[in-house]
Structures are given as structure tokens and as C-alpha cells.
């Protein structure tokens, strides 16, 4: 069969929708497979800096005075594993109090906050999936419990985000293992979107839409039929989107994912606040990541990513979203490069159906 047939039976099969988000209405995604058919030079696989210590390096074992002083070190001072510290060229700061300005239609409001740096390995260049499932969970430890922290300080802080930019092409500056977490006085917009549908779903239907999805992931069969001829179009089986799930959580691939490769993990159980989740959900959680960042890495031989977690803010105002909201971690590998149309529309282009993303991170043997 000829490379042109064989380019043929692909578009003949491929899948062009525009499919909406269904937590955040507003957003869509347009799937394109024949899109990724297009010519296009192949990416040079950038090789990981593996080496266990950098004698230069500022977040390695022995370092410790090229940084600020340790805010919080597990398990100890000497010897330890995970340390978190101020960043030095923090977003956001409480160095200095500052006046909200308004001038017209312009508006600024005081970049107060905080901007800390979660050492999360001693060495340099190891990743997630190398990592010990208890290392895991002891990190995500410390994220939940410096939260808290910085809530309990400052009631100011209106959102805390917690995130990781793994590869040059996820934005990390410095190669060795590290997260970031920063605390600010408004709910960032993405954050916001979704309490905002989530809620508004709750008031219609009684239940959280997180849970529903979760829920429609874990039973929902369909077949769709051509309107005018009869013909099956699709068949959606149970759990197609489903990568794994273990006794406390699932990890999806998002029927509308905006990255090809895009995975989010979600509580099986209602939550909505990550703060809240006990040592021995923490524990479970971080097997199941640790198995999904090798997946990926297997899959795409090399994972360049951003991971971030989306969980209900802290405040009064935010008592009713506990029953809405469900707190989440998304992971979304950085495989393309937005492009004119994207960030001219606004819609997101993702040249593999997410099925079969999720079939082959399913069907890799860890």
C-alpha cells in the first residue's frame, strides 16, 4: 500500500469537532487529527541532566548559603530531602505595602504575596517517576502543609497555586527538581471559572459536575449513529478516558484536552479542598502520579511538562463551592507551540484524539 493510501485511510478515519469544556463552557478545544499529518521537522530529543549534584548548582545538597535561608527542611536541616525557600526573584512580595491605583479605566492592584521555591529532591537531576512513591507523597506533604500555613499568616491571601515546570520547554530555569508555590490576593481567572460553572451547575442538578464526570468516566457506554445514513460514527466504550484509577483517585485524559498528551488526576471521593486530604490519600496519590509521569515519559521518550493544582480557595465567600468544587492536579506535557490562530481565537488545537492518547498511555508496560 502507498504512503499517499495510507495518508488517505488516516484523514478517511481522522476526527475534526470542536468539543466543549464541559467545567468551563466558555472554553473549547478543536480537535484536528489530519492536522497532525502535516509536514514538519522532527524534535531533537533534549537529553535530562541525570547527574546527582552541580557543585554550582544553588538547590543542591551542600549549597544551601547560595539560597535564602530555609523556611521549612524535611526531614532536617543537614540531611535533608525537601526544602523550601524564598524565591529570589519572586513574582509577588511583602516587602512592601502598596496603595490600589485607579486612573481611568486603568486599574492596579498591590502585588502582594508570597513566592516560594519547593526544593523538591536533594538530587540534582532526578525525576518524578524515579522518585519513591513515600518521596511523593512527603513533597505534596509539604505543599499542603505550607498552604495552610500561609493561609493561617495572612488572611490577605485569597488563592494559593502550586505548580512545576519540568524541561526548558515547560519555562524551568534551572534543571534541578523543583516546584513553586505562590500566594496572591486575587483568585487567578481559570480558577475562578471554574467555581463560578461548577456552582452553577451544583444549583441546577444537585451535584458536583467534577463528580459526575468522574462518575460518567467510570460507566458511560455509547454508540453514535450517523443522523442521515444509520452508520456507527463511534462507539464511546467505559472507561476510554480512564488512564488508571486506585482506591482513592483516577487519572483522566479530558474528553476536551486542550494538550495533546494533557492527564488530570482527581479524588474518587468528593473534595474540594486539597488542604483537607489526609496523609493516607497523599500516600495513594503519589503511586498514582509517580505512574503517570512514567507513562508519559514513555510515551512521548522524554516528558517536558507543567503540572499545577486547582483547589477551592480559602474564605467565607467560598463556603458554598465546598459542595461544588473538587480539587484536581493537571498535567500538561509541552509537546507544541501555540500558534497565530490559537492565541488569536483562543481555541486550543489538539492534533491527537484524545481515545487514543489515552489508549497508549493505558497500554504502557511500567
Known amino acids: 500500500m502507498s504512503d499517499m493510501q495510507n495518508n488517505n485511510d488516516a484523514q478517511n478515519q481522522s476526527i475534526r469537532e470542536i468539543r466543549i469544556n464541559p467545567i468551563v463552557p466558555s472554553e473549547s478545544v478543536l480537535v484536528a487529527t489530519a492536522r497532525g ?25 551542600g549549597n544551601e548559603s547560595m539560597t535564602p535561608p530555609a523556611l521549612v527542611t524535611v526531614p532536617n536541616e543537614t540531611q535533608w530531602d525537601i526544602r523550601i525557600v524564598e524565591n529570589l ?10 496603595s490600589n491605583l485607579v486612573m481611568g479605566l486603568q486599574q492596579t492592584i498591590d502585588g502582594y504575596g508570597r513566592h516560594e521555591v519547593i526544593i523538591d529532591h536533594s538530587e540534582h537531576g532526578i525525576a518524578v517517576f ?39 520547554a515547560a519555562g524551568a530555569s534551572i534543571p534541578h527538581t523543583h516546584s513553586q508555590l505562590i500566594a496572591m490576593p486575587v483568585i487567578p481567572e481559570n480558577v475562578h471559572s471554574e467555581l463560578h460553572h461548577s456552582e452553577k451547575y451544583y444549583d441546577k442538578h444537585h451535584q458536583c459536575i467534577f463528580c459526575g464526570l468522574i462518575d460518567e468516566a467510570l460507566t458511560f457506554e455509547a454508540t453514535i449513529y450517523d443522523r442521515d445514513s444509520g452508520e456507527v460514527r463511534r462507539k464511546v466504550d467505559i472507561g476510554q478516558y480512564i488512564i488508571e ?67 477551592v480557595p480559602h474564605g467565607k465567600e467560598f463556603k458554598n ?8 492536579l493537571e498535567i500538561t506535557p509541552r509537546t507544541s507551540i501555540p500558534t497565530g490562530f490559537e492565541l488569536g481565537s483562543g481555541l486550543f488545537v489538539n492534533t491527537i484524539s484524545p481515545e487514543d492518547a489515552a489508549r497508549q498511555l493505558r497500554e504502557v508496560d511500567i
Open 89 to 98: 526573584f519572586a513574582i509577588l512580595g511583602d516587602d512592601e505595602k502598596k
Open 130 to 168: 524515579d522518585m519513591s512513591s513515600e518521596h511523593i507523597a512527603n513533597v505534596f506533604k509539604a505543599y499542603r502543609d505550607r498552604m495552610l500555613a500561609l493561609y493561617e499568616a495572612d488572611d490577605r491571601i485569597r488563592y494559593v497555586l502550586v505548580f512545576k515546570n519540568f524541561g526548558p
Open 245 to 311: 484509577s486506585t482506591e482513592h483517585f483516577i487519572a483522566i485524559k479530558p474528553f476536551a484536552s486542550r494538550y495533546e498528551w494533557e492527564v488530570h488526576i482527581f479524588p474518587l471521593k468528593h473534595q474540594a479542598d486539597f488542604i483537607d486530604c489526609s496523609d493516607e490519600l497523599i500516600a495513594d496519590f503519589a503511586g498514582l502520579l509517580k505512574r503517570t509521569m512514567k507513562r508519559l515519559d514513555n510515551v512521548l521518550e522524554g516528558v517536558q511538562y507543567n503540572y499545577f493544582m486547582h483547589t
Open 37 to 61: 499529518m502535516r509536514p514538519k521537522k522532527k524534535e531533537e530529543r533534549i537529553e535530562r541532566d541525570t547527574r546527582k549534584h552541580v557543585e554550582t548548582c544553588p538547590f543542591c545538597r
Open 321 to 328: 463551592n465546598q459542595n461544588s468544587y473538587h480539587w484536581h
